[in-house]
């Protein structure tokens, strides 16, 4: 994400995870007029692999600090290789992280994950959610959800794909269970708790692609959210479109 810049508040430009390759990530950036290589920080949100085997090229190829929790860093450089790193700031799970003008609040969740966070954005007039690998609905977040003005929200599975689809059975209880991730329904139900006159938009993210349809999960929130609110679909294979707070 991108924070607007004037005169006395400079842009911050942050990533969060790295899971894609680096030449999927400077050319998805570069699709939209950005270059990787003036971005600021990379925040990690755990050590599952989708979120963290390319932080090393991040770091290496583009010089882009890493800030992830000295748990997940350990775990990550342990299982996946991740090569030398020269440029890596720890944080707390908990704590806020100052990126110049802009705050980043870091969020534990109950993921299976080690030591794993989701993080809110604030840069003084807004403020963002990157609430994805939840878990579950855990005590705090529909009121963390009510004090954003957008989200990009996890929305990982529909629940009759999970059960009917190829999955073994412990996978799917993984999936389903307390460390897991949170369903359509899950997710929509925290948008109508949660979700007030504030809140502008909402980008359902990390849809499973074994265990889930965007049309599905577009239609699932419809039904319980009605047609009237902003809804977006983060894409697994494209850059998603500028989207404005």
């Given at each position: 994400?991108?924070t607007?810049?004037?005169?006395?508040?400079?842009?911050?430009?942050?990533?969060?995870?790295a899971?894609?390759?680096?030449?999927q990530?400077e050319?998805?950036?570069?699709?939209?007029?950005?270059d990787i290589r003036?971005?600021d920080?990379?925040?990690?949100?755990h050590?599952?692999?989708?979120?963290?085997?390319?932080?090393?090229?991040?770091?290496?190829?583009?010089?882009?600090?890493?800030?992830?929790?000295?748990?997940?860093?350990?775990?990550?450089t342990?299982k996946?290789?991740?090569?030398?790193?020269d440029?890596?700031r720890?944080?707390?799970?908990?704590q806020?992280l100052r990126?110049?003008?802009?705050s980043?609040e870091?969020?534990?969740?109950?993921?299976d994950?080690?030591?794993g966070?989701?993080f809110v954005?604030d840069?003084?007039?807004?403020?963002?959610g990157?609430?994805t690998d939840?878990g579950?609905?855990?005590?705090g977040?529909?009121?963390?959800?009510g004090?954003?003005?957008a989200v990009?929200?996890?929305?990982?599975?529909?629940?009759?794909?999970l059960?009917?689809?190829?999955?073994?059975?412990?996978l799917k209880a993984?999936?389903?269970?307390?460390?897991?991730?949170i369903?359509?329904?899950?997710?929509?139900?925290l948008?109508?708790q949660?979700?007030?006159?504030?809140?502008?938009?909402?980008?359902l993210?990390h849809?499973?692609e074994?265990?889930?349809?965007?049309?599905?999960?577009v239609?699932t929130h419809?039904?319980?959210?009605?047609?009237e609110?902003?809804?977006?679909?983060a894409?697994?294979?494209?850059?998603t479109?500028?989207?404005?707070?």
């Amino acid at each position: 994400m991108e924070t607007a810049g004037d005169r006395d508040r400079p842009a911050v430009r942050l990533l969060f995870d790295a899971g894609i390759s680096g030449k999927q990530a400077e050319m998805r950036l570069a699709e939209r007029g950005r270059d990787i290589r003036n971005v600021d920080a990379a925040l990690i949100s755990h050590d599952h692999a989708d979120h963290v085997r390319c932080m090393g090229i991040y770091q290496r190829k583009f010089g882009i600090p890493l800030h992830v929790t000295e748990a997940t860093y350990a775990a990550a450089t342990g299982k996946y290789g991740l090569g030398r790193i020269d440029d890596v700031r720890l944080f707390r799970a908990g704590q806020t992280l100052r990126f110049g003008p802009v705050s980043v609040e870091t969020i534990p969740t109950p993921h299976d994950g080690v030591d794993g966070v989701a993080f809110v954005v604030d840069d003084g007039r807004h403020r963002l959610g990157v609430l994805t690998d939840l878990g579950h609905v855990f005590g705090g977040l529909p009121e963390l959800i009510g004090s954003l003005d957008a989200v990009m929200l996890e929305s990982n599975y529909d629940r009759q794909m999970l059960a009917t689809g190829p999955y073994p059975e412990f996978l799917k209880a993984r999936i389903a269970g307390p460390g897991g991730h949170i369903s359509n329904v899950e997710a929509a139900q925290l948008l109508r708790q949660a979700a007030n006159g504030r809140m502008k938009w909402a980008a359902l993210a990390h849809l499973s692609e074994q265990n889930n349809d965007p049309f599905l999960a577009v239609e699932t929130h419809r039904r319980i959210l009605g047609d009237e609110f902003n809804l977006y679909v983060a894409g697994r294979y494209a850059a998603t479109g500028e989207l404005r707070v």
